[in-house]
C-alpha cells in the first residue's frame, strides 16, 4: 500500500533511465521537496569522490530545470503554421495544462514537433542553481 506522499508524488523519468525525480510537498517542513536520483548514465564523469563538486554543471539546467509553457508563441505559430486548426490544438492543449507531459504528449500527436521551443524557463531556477552550487562547495569542504 502507497504511503500518502506517494500518492501525491509527481515522478520524472524511472528506475531504468538516466534519472528519476520526485517531487511532493513536505508538509512537516511546509516545503515544496525535488529529489533527483541520478543513475550510471549521468554519472559517468564522476570517477572520484573529487569530481562530485562537479554534480551541478551536469544536472543544471539539462536535467533539472523549472518551466512554463509560452502559450502565445505557441498560439502564434499554430495559427501562422495550422489556420483554424491551430486554435483547436491549443484549445487541447490548455485543457490539459495542468500537466506538463500531458500538454506535450498532446502536442507531439498533434504535429508539433520539438515542444520543447516553447518553454519558459521560471524564476525559481536561479535559486536552484544557487542551491547546487551551495551544496557543492559544503561538499567540498566537508571532504577536505
Same mark, same amino acid.
Given at each position: 500500500?502507497?504511503?500518502?506522499?506517494?500518492?501525491?508524488?509527481?515522478?520524472?523519468?524511472?528506475?531504468?533511465?538516466?534519472?528519476?525525480?520526485?517531487?511532493?510537498?513536505?508538509?512537516?517542513?511546509?516545503?515544496?521537496?525535488? #529529489?533527483?536520483?541520478?543513475?550510471?548514465?549521468?554519472?559517468?564523469?564522476?570517477?572520484?569522490?573529487?569530481?562530485?563538486?562537479?554534480?551541478?554543471?551536469?544536472?543544471?539546467?539539462?536535467?533539472?530545470?523549472?518551466?512554463?509553457?509560452?502559450?502565445?508563441?505557441? #498560439?502564434?505559430?499554430?495559427?501562422? $503554421?495550422?489556420?483554424? #486548426?491551430?486554435?483547436?490544438?491549443?484549445?487541447?492543449?490548455? $485543457?490539459?495544462?495542468?500537466?506538463?507531459?500531458?500538454?506535450?504528449?498532446?502536442?507531439?500527436?498533434?504535429?508539433?514537433?520539438?515542444?520543447?521551443?516553447?518553454?519558459?524557463?521560471?524564476?525559481?531556477?536561479?535559486?536552484?542553481?544557487?542551491?547546487?552550487?551551495?551544496?557543492?562547495?559544503?561538499?567540498?569542504?566537508?571532504?577536505?
Amino acid at each position: 500500500m502507497q504511503n500518502e506522499r506517494e500518492k501525491r508524488a509527481l515522478y520524472y523519468g524511472g528506475r531504468k533511465t538516466d534519472k528519476l525525480v520526485r517531487c511532493y510537498q513536505k508538509k512537516q517542513l511546509g516545503k515544496f521537496r525535488v #529529489e533527483l536520483e541520478l543513475h550510471s548514465g549521468l554519472l559517468r564523469d564522476i570517477a572520484t569522490l573529487d569530481d562530485f563538486v562537479y554534480l551541478p554543471d551536469i544536472v543544471y539546467p539539462n536535467h533539472l530545470q523549472f518551466v512554463d509553457f509560452d502559450w502565445n508563441r505557441l #498560439e502564434k505559430y499554430l495559427s501562422k $503554421s495550422l489556420g483554424d #486548426e491551430g486554435r483547436r490544438i491549443i484549445a487541447g492543449a490548455k $485543457s490539459r495544462s495542468r500537466s506538463l507531459r500531458r500538454v506535450r504528449r498532446y502536442l507531439n500527436r498533434n504535429g508539433v514537433a520539438n515542444v520543447h521551443r516553447f518553454f519558459m524557463p521560471l524564476e525559481i531556477n536561479e535559486k536552484a542553481r544557487r542551491a547546487l552550487d551551495q551544496w557543492a562547495r559544503q561538499f567540498k569542504n566537508r571532504t577536505l
